[in-house]
């Protein structure tokens, strides 16, 4: 898209309420992340662990070190979370054929439960969120912030492999 001067100065104009609204959209997803639920399973887990579970499901064998890249968890948080996982019964480590040192990653079925469970449960979450959006918003708004969170993301990706870089030539 072609932006002129004025659309871009249009869009700053209020940068400081939209800085305000960006941080306490990430503050509030932040601590909504680490609340343990109960995805009616009758236990609780985090986040980052059921959603683990789906990486796993989404790709049968995979490793700690891809779910360390999609969760951007260090590998000591993913590797004490994964050992929870397999004592827990949802998911079992295999040596990887092809290099006896890498663990892949599978689901068991009770790890295939909680993934149907989690499912459901994300769907709804979602479903109730746009219904109440909608009291506010058009379909075409709503269409957009995804659209901006899309962009958004993959912007900040760009922009944490740069940072972590940047930090890491810095160290030497």
Excluded: W
């Amino acid at each position: 898209m072609d932006y002129k001067n004025k659309d871009i100065s249009d869009m700053i104009s209020d940068i400081d309420e939209k800085v305000n609204i960006i941080f306490r959209h990430q503050m509030l997803m932040s601590a909504y992340q680490v609340i343990p639920r109960d995805y009616d399973l009758g236990f609780f887990m985090s986040e980052i662990e059921v959603h683990s579970i789906n990486f796993i499901h989404d790709n049968p064998g995979i490793t700690a070190k891809q779910i360390c890249k999609l969760t951007y968890r260090t590998k000591g948080t993913i590797s004490s979370m994964l050992s929870h996982l397999e004592k827990e019964g949802c998911i079992e480590q295999r040596k990887n054929p092809a290099n006896r040192r890498e663990r892949q990653l599978f689901l068991t079925e009770k790890g295939e439960h909680i993934y149907q469970q989690h499912k459901a449960y994300d769907r709804k979450v979602t479903c109730d969120y746009l219904i109440e959006v909608a009291k506010h918003c058009t379909p075409e708004e709503i269409n957009g912030f995804f659209k901006v969170t899309h962009y958004r993301s993959e912007y900040f990706e760009k922009k944490i492999e740069e940072e972590r870089q940047a930090y890491k030539n810095s160290q030497k």
